[in-house]
């Protein structure tokens, strides 16, 4: 058997609301619409389907619900903090060779945005 992809699902009471934060913000494409379920996507294709368990998110944070990895993350988190986005980690060089930061998506979501 082979895992062609993975799929994050997040439970949303309203997922048109998403377009602001994950369309706009993040510059995702919806490439899938039912009303009842959005789905969000990036031109390209990811390297390999992932799925990351963890204890901690790194640094004592909390573990994000999503990783999204940019192409400039002082873009992203330029645009966050203009749009007024909640930072819940302040964008940081880390130990481990990414700079990253963490904000809460409409729905309470930990999401962190990173670069390698």
Not at 47 to 58: D, K, L, N, R, T
């Amino acid at each position: 058997m082979t895992v062609k992809r993975i799929v994050s699902n997040l439970y949303a009471p309203d997922p048109q609301v998403a377009r602001a934060f994950y369309g706009d913000l993040l510059e995702l494409d919806v490439v899938m619409d039912h009303g009842w379920i959005l789905t969000f996507a990036a031109e390209g294709k990811a390297a390999m389907p992932q799925v990351s368990i963890a204890s901690e998110g790194g640094n004592d944070t909390p573990v994000p619900v999503l990783s999204i990895e940019v192409d400039d993350v002082d873009r992203a988190y330029q645009r966050a903090k203009a749009a007024g986005v909640e930072i819940v980690y302040d964008i940081t060089n880390e130990p481990w060779g990414v700079r990253r930061f963490y904000m809460r998506d409409p729905f309470g979501n930990i999401v962190n945005i990173l670069a390698h």
